[in-house]
């Protein structure tokens, strides 16, 4: 998508997926750990050097842990608030704030890309 197209799109009408190579597990009390392989040459070096684990273990909270595995590429924001404000009712709001600003930060470690 261009850049003068996103502009003039609804955030909140994107489709978010996980990445593929992520793998990712759920715990007894439903909460999921992300795990991310730190890869790269300065990810070897730590790892060396600074004794840094190669792979990271991300753990999501409550709401979290109830979105991610909904992210299939066919729901947008919109419907993942309505699941959410269906499960966890009051508890879920600011929900489209919260919805965004999570989508911000798994972004921004690419946990997840958009459909386009």
Not at 4 to 23: A, G, H, K, V
Not at 29 to 38: A, Y
Not at 61 to 75: A, I, N, Q, T, Y
Request: aromatic share 12%; charged share 35%.
């Amino acid at each position: 998508m261009k850049r003068e197209d996103r502009r003039t799109e609804n955030y909140l009408e994107r489709c978010p997926m996980r990445q593929e190579e992520i793998s990712w597990s759920v715990d007894e009390n439903g909460l999921v750990t992300l795990d991310v392989e730190n890869k790269g040459f300065f990810n070897r070096m730590a790892q060396k050097l600074l004794k840094k684990p190669k792979v990271s273990h991300i753990h999501l909270d409550e709401m979290g842990s109830f979105v991610w595995p909904l992210l299939d590429g066919k729901k947008d924001i919109l419907a993942l608030g309505v699941a959410v404000k269906e499960h966890f009712g009051d508890k879920a709001e600011p929900l489209y704030e919260r919805l965004a600003k999570y989508f911000q930060i798994l972004d921004s470690y690419s946990f997840i890309r958009w459909k386009e």
